[in-house]
């Protein structure tokens, strides 16, 4: 009888020591981190931190000083170090940065937003169901999907940004504080909607204010500090640290 | 005044608005993309003017071909200034760019100077480009009416590629940011050189039209269309290829209405009156007509 082949739990994404400035400052001091195939890995940290830093690192937009970033899109091909890549290059091997502040194309309309998200891609029909895919989990796009971008809500456009996101069909999702600037009734189905995602394949990487929703999303999670990790563990270990519930959850849980 | 005097000044006014419309969008795409105003823009129709010359009255090669080749030289010409230039300045403060485009102006103008000499030359088409035509009161040159007649063509194709195309669509996001450009996977590079191809294209067949509009040309000549499609960029609003037209057809009319209406004591005004033009409109609307608020990128 063949045995189902349980897949070797191999890392998607490994980060190994990375140093990165901006102009002057030096913002990330070392920091490694993994998030394995299919996993759910959240990232803490105060203001400042260098959250964001890290996912421009890792997209591409900033290039680390030293370290080493590597990306394994599937389990089957090699590892690539695309610490020295272009965005272009990293979209194109599956990940996507979905950013802070959305970056959302505000004059194009909702629709070329969205194909814009599949600039890369060739094969119009995958393009097109996708596209009706999206439509399905975010119905409202559709409804609006001639108007301008930029006339859309601000949970519209943060829709409107993860689906974009997903039109490149990503192996991994990099995701900057989606819930910024929304009400609880939407961050919560905003949050449904990632665990979807994520049940359908694609592994995420996530950068979250609140620590509470985000740990309770994430199968693991790093706390950043001023450059450096100085926490990592399951969810439920770091929803558990006294440090952790004093400087992220206001001491609740 | 009659009516058909009036329709005469109209007419006028198109035609050079039409030139003024199309320098003008080169001006509204190369800000747009990369918030630069080129200074350099002007001598571009210097360079479209002199191969026109060079190819159709010296070589007596067929029209058409010519105008052809003048918008491939354009576009050539912008394709290197982009190159040469302000690719290995990007990032820099706009301050850089600004005087860049100032360098690379001068120099265009001094290598026409110094291979061409500063001599006006006579720029007469053929006859069959200089019959009269007239329609009731109006009458009006071939080359007017191929000047209007082509502009409008051109600016409807550009109009197609930036808003129906997918390298369109990936200029129109470039212009709106870089960064998240470049992680849709869009080559930045490109988007960057086509608004600069397709903007110097049309700056140089705008040559040809300003040599056969006027009928002499010389290697200064850029200066003036240059400033006054500047002008008619920022009355637009300056970024907006819709406003860059608009504005030059505003700017073309009225400075030909301006001239053609009141007492030919002031036609001395006449580019005095552009920028009254310009500063009226800038008090009322300081983001030009169609101007959205483009903040500056850090
Ligand atoms: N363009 C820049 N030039 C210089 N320093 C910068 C730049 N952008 C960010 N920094 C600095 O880098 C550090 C980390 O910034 P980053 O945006 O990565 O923090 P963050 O953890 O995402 O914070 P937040 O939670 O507020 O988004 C900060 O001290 C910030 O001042
Ligand atoms: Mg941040």
Redo the contacts between chains.
């Keep these: 009888m063949p045995t189902l082949e349980k897949p070797k739990k191999r890392d998607m994404l490994k980060i190994d020591d990375i140093h990165v400035y901006r102009g002057r400052t030096y913002v990330l001091q070392g920091v490694s981190l993994e998030v394995g195939r299919r996993e759910i890995v959240a990232l803490i940290g105060a203001n400042g931190a260098g959250k964001t830093t890290l996912l421009r690192t890792i ?3 900033l290039r680390p000083k030293k370290g080493k970033i590597l990306f394994q899109p599937d389990s089957q091909s090699q590892e690539i170090d695309i610490s020295g890549a ?3 290059q990293i ?2 091997l599956g990940i ?2 979905c ?1 802070e502040g959305r ?6 309309s909702v629709l ?1 937003n969205l ?3 599949a ?2 891609r060739k094969n119009r029909n995958e393009i097109l169901d996708d596209y009706n895919s999206i439509c399905r989990v975010f119905p409202i796009l559709k409804e609006r999907e001639d108007q301008a971008a930029g006339s859309l809500s601000g949970g519209e456009q943060e829709m409107l940004a993860i689906g ?1 996101a997903l039109m ?1 069909r990503p192996e991994l999702l990099i995701l900057d504080e989606p819930s910024l600037g929304l009400g609880p009734i939407v961050v919560e189905s905003l949050f449904q909607v990632l665990s979807e995602i994520n049940s359908r394949g694609v592994t995420i990487l996530l950068v979250e204010q609140n620590a509470i929703m985000a740990l309770d999303l994430a199968h693991r999670a790093y706390v950043l500090e001023t450059g450096r990790v100085v926490l990592y563990g399951t969810s439920g270990e770091l929803a558990g640290n006294e440090d952790v519930q004093k400087a992220y959850l206001g001491g609740i849980v | 005044m009659s009516g058909g005097y009036i329709a005469q000044q109209i007419v006028n006014g198109l035609v050079l608005g039409s030139m003024y419309a199309l320098v003008a969008i080169g001006f509204s795409m190369i800000y747009g993309i990369i918030r630069l105003i080129n200074f350099a823009h002007g001598d571009i129709v210097m360079i479209g003017a002199f191969v026109t010359l060079g190819l159709f009255q010296t070589l007596g090669i067929p029209f058409p071909v010519v105008a052809l080749a003048v918008l491939t030289a354009g576009g050539i010409i912008g394709i290197m200034i982009e190159r040469g230039t302000f690719r290995p300045i990007r990032g820099a403060p706009q301050v850089t760019g600004f005087i860049a485009s100032l360098g690379i102006s001068i120099m265009l103008q001094n290598l026409g100077v110094m291979f061409l000499t500063a001599q006006p030359r006579n720029f007469s088409f053929p006859d069959y480009l200089q019959r009269v035509i007239k329609i009731g009161a109006v009458t009006f040159r071939t080359i007017d009416a191929v000047i209007m007649i082509s502009a409008f063509c051109l600016m409807a194709l550009l109009m197609f590629l930036v808003h129906r195309t997918k390298l369109g669509m990936a200029m129109r996001a470039t212009a709106e940011n870089i960064d998240m450009a470049r992680l849709m996977g869009i080559n930045i590079n490109r988007t960057i050189l086509s608004a600069f191809a397709m903007g110097s294209a049309l700056a140089g067949i705008a040559g040809l039209m300003w040599g056969g509009k006027f009928g002499q040309i010389d290697p200064l000549l850029g200066f003036v269309p240059g400033l006054k499609s500047f002008v008619a960029a920022v009355i637009g609003g300056v970024g907006s290829i819709p406003g860059a037209i608009l504005g030059g057809y505003i700017l073309g009319l009225s400075e030909v209405l301006f001239v053609g209406l009141l007492p030919p004591v002031y036609s001395a005004f006449r580019d005095a009156f552009v920028f009254v033009t310009l500063i009226l409109i800038l008090l009322i609307l300081p983001n030009g007509i169609f101007g959205k608020r483009i903040e500056d990128r850090p």
């Design positions: 997209s591409g937009l272009s965005p272009e979209v194109q996507s940065h950013p970056g959302i194309f505000s004059r194009l070329e194909m814009i998200g600039y890369l974009r490149s």
